[in-house]
């Protein structure tokens, strides 16, 4: 998926309708990003990969943080928009990570968006440089704009999956934690298309 194309979408139709809803139903939290607040998220973390780190496009970054939570999500789109692979390797360019007692470039508060340390970066989306990869299912059959839940999938795939999805203008909804019937009754409440 082209990164422009990514750009066109997070900030196209409807900018309050949600395009990340992520819940971790072992702890009780709930983040919804709506398209415009996603944008400014990718925008202020690929900001600083690119203006704190001086990375440039090929480098690497690792993120020090589950695959399924949402912070992961935005950092990858974040590093895919400047052309940065996104790797599991500890000898990467720069790391982001949500744990203290990790060596790493910038800890990710776990706490609330308006405690990190990314408010003070410009809201603007920066320009998209490299593509983002696109692993994981086929999509084929998910409808642009559709509402789609990434359940049955292997962990490791959700930031690719979901940037594929938002690049398609469609709502992705992620859920860590909880059993199946609280993940088909989560489905349900958050009106569900497409279950992945």
């Given at each position: 998926m082209n990164s422009d194309d990514l750009?066109?979408?997070?900030?196209?139709?409807?900018?309050?309708?949600?395009?990340?809803?992520?819940?971790d139903d072992s702890r009780g939290e709930r983040i919804d990003l709506s398209g415009k607040t996603l944008a400014n998220w990718v925008a202020k973390a690929a900001n600083w990969l690119e203006s704190?780190?001086?990375?440039?496009?090929?480098e690497t970054v690792r993120l020090d943080m589950p695959a399924d939570h949402w912070r992961t999500i935005y950092w990858s789109l974040?590093?895919?928009?400047?052309?940065?692979?996104?790797?599991?390797?500890?000898?990467?360019?720069?790391?982001?990570?949500?744990?203290?007692?990790?060596?790493?470039d910038?800890?990710?508060?776990?706490?609330?968006?308006?405690?990190?340390p990314l408010q003070a970066m410009a809201d603007t989306m920066?320009?998209?440089?490299?593509?983002?990869?696109c692993d994981g299912p086929?999509?084929?059959?998910?409808?642009a704009g559709s509402r789609v839940f990434v359940s049955n999938t292997d962990m490791?795939?959700?930031?690719?999956?979901?940037?594929?999805l938002i690049g398609r203008g469609c709502s992705v909804l992620v859920v860590r934690g909880g059993d199946e019937h609280a993940r088909s009754a989560r489905s349900a409440s958050e009106r569900v298309d497409v279950v992945l």
């Open positions: 750009r066109a979408a997070l900030l196209a139709g409807d900018l309050s309708r949600p395009r990340l809803t992520w819940y704190e780190m001086g990375l440039a496009p090929g974040a590093a895919w928009t400047r052309g940065l692979t996104v790797t599991a390797d500890t000898d990467a360019d720069a790391c982001v990570s949500m744990t203290p007692d990790t060596a790493a910038l800890l990710e508060s776990a706490a609330a968006l308006a405690a990190s920066p320009a998209p440089v490299g593509s983002v990869p086929t999509l084929d059959d998910v409808a490791d795939a959700v930031p690719a999956l979901a940037a594929a």
